[in-house]
Nanobody, 111 residues
Framework: VQLQASGGGLVQAGGSLRLSCALSGRTFSDYAMGWSRQAPGKQRALVATITEDGETGYADAVKGRFTISRDNTKNTLVLQMNSLKPEDTAVYYC??????WGRGTQVTVSS
């Protein structure tokens, strides 16, 4: 399984970013997937999850602001991030259950 994340960048507080993650090498729809992030000096933390059937879950810190979705026809996982805050600054990683990880993409939110 290979995962490739994209879409990070620099945005002002209150702005939006859309992260995408493409999975190759296996059948995308077979995997529960999610996003985690790691801020400087902190441990990696779970952000959002989505099951094979599309059920979603979110960390309290992002509920109401982030939306995770998947398009099984395009083998793509998406994280729509709205109302971004400086504390959302981190490297964001997509993953597929049980332990497949993509290279991270940097998200920086300026105040």
């Amino acid at each position: 399984v290979q995962l490739q994340a994209s879409g990070g960048g620099l945005v002002q507080a209150g702005g939006s970013l859309r992260l995408s993650c493409a999975l190759s090498g296996r059948t995308f729809s077979d995997y529960a997937m999610g996003w985690s992030r790691q801020a400087p000096g902190k441990q990696r933390a779970l952000v959002a999850t989505i099951t094979e059937d599309g059920e979603t879950g979110y960390a309290d810190a992002v509920k109401g602001r982030f939306t995770i979705s998947r398009d099984n026809t395009k083998n793509t996982l998406v994280l729509q991030m709205n109302s971004l805050k400086p504390e959302d600054t981190a490297v964001y990683y997509c993953w597929a259950f049980p332990n497949y990880w993509g290279r991270g993409t940097q998200v920086t939110v300026s105040s």
